[in-house]
Each structure stands twice: as structure tokens, then as C-alpha cells.
């Protein structure tokens, strides 16, 4: 199992590759994670990592994620900012899916949808797992493809 940071440090590497006008912050980089987190859940019946992904007053919180970023939440980070990442290729893949679904969505825009379309504010992995086992849009993922 791979840990959060790990994947955070991915994120970042896919929005250097791919990247928007609002940048990855912090804010955004967590939302990523709790969706991360939901559809590998979902999908495979275990996490992608371990950390746990908490309701915060701004939108999902992923503590390990958090302290590492620190700063300003408004200021974007940079491929590098966290390290360098060691997630697995099939890891990879999956956050390359799950980066495809919500590249376009900013920080504000994934916090609404987490209050909307997750369990807010159980974030607990059975809460995350029971929600997107109802829907399909990345369950028939194949990290080989």
C-alpha cells in the first residue's frame, strides 16, 4: 500500500505534465486524494493508502499531505515540492485515471463535490467504499491498458 504523500507527490507530477491555471494547491491536492481514495475503494476494496482523509472547515484533509505542504494554502505547488515519488506502476496508473476525471475542477469545485457526492463528513474508509461502489465511471479500470 502505498502512502499518501507518495501520491500527492504523483498529483504533482501529472499537473507539471498537465497543468491549469489554478495551479495544484494544497486545497486542491487534497480533494484529489479523497477521490483517489473513494475510487480505489470503491473499486478494489482496499485504500490506496493508509493516511486517513478527514473533513477540514476548507474541504478534505489528508494530515501527513497537510504538514508537508504547510504554507499558504492559495500558493500552488511544484512537481519536487514534496519529493520525489515512489508510487507503483499500476499506483500511477490509477491516479493518472482518477487526474483525468477532475483535472478540470478547482479546489472549490472539489470540495463542493465531496459535500455533495461522498459521505461528508464520514470520510472513514467504509463510509468512502460503500459510496463509490454505487457508481461505475472508474470501476472497470485496468492498469495494464
Excluded: I, N
Excluded at 72 to 84: I, K, S, T, V
Excluded at 96 to 101: E, G, L, T
Excluded at 132 to 141: A, G, I, N, T
Amino acid at each position: 500500500m502505498a502512502e499518501a504523500l507518495d501520491v500527492a507527490r504523483y498529483f504533482l507530477d501529472v499537473a507539471a505534465r498537465d497543468p491549469s491555471p489554478d495551479g495544484l494547491t494544497p486545497p486542491r491536492l487534497h480533494g484529489l486524494l479523497l477521490f483517489a481514495q473513494g475510487w480505489h475503494l470503491g473499486s478494489f476494496g482496499f485504500p490506496l493508502f493508509a493516511d486517513p482523509v478527514t473533513a477540514g472547515d476548507r474541504g478534505p484533509v489528508v494530515a501527513a499531505v497537510d504538514a508537508a505542504a504547510g504554507g499558504d494554502p492559495a500558493h500552488p505547488l511544484r512537481a519536487g515540492d514534496l519529493g520525489a515519488s515512489r508510487l507503483s506502476f499500476r499506483d500511477r496508473r490509477f491516479v493518472d485515471a482518477v487526474w483525468d476525471k477532475y483535472r478540470g475542477y478547482s479546489a472549490a469545485g472539489l470540495r463542493d463535490l465531496a459535500a455533495a457526492e461522498t459521505p461528508w463528513p464520514d470520510l472513514s474508509p467504509a463510509a468512502l467504499e460503500a459510496c463509490f461502489r454505487r457508481r461505475d465511471e472508474l470501476r472497470h479500470f485496468d492498469p495494464q491498458e
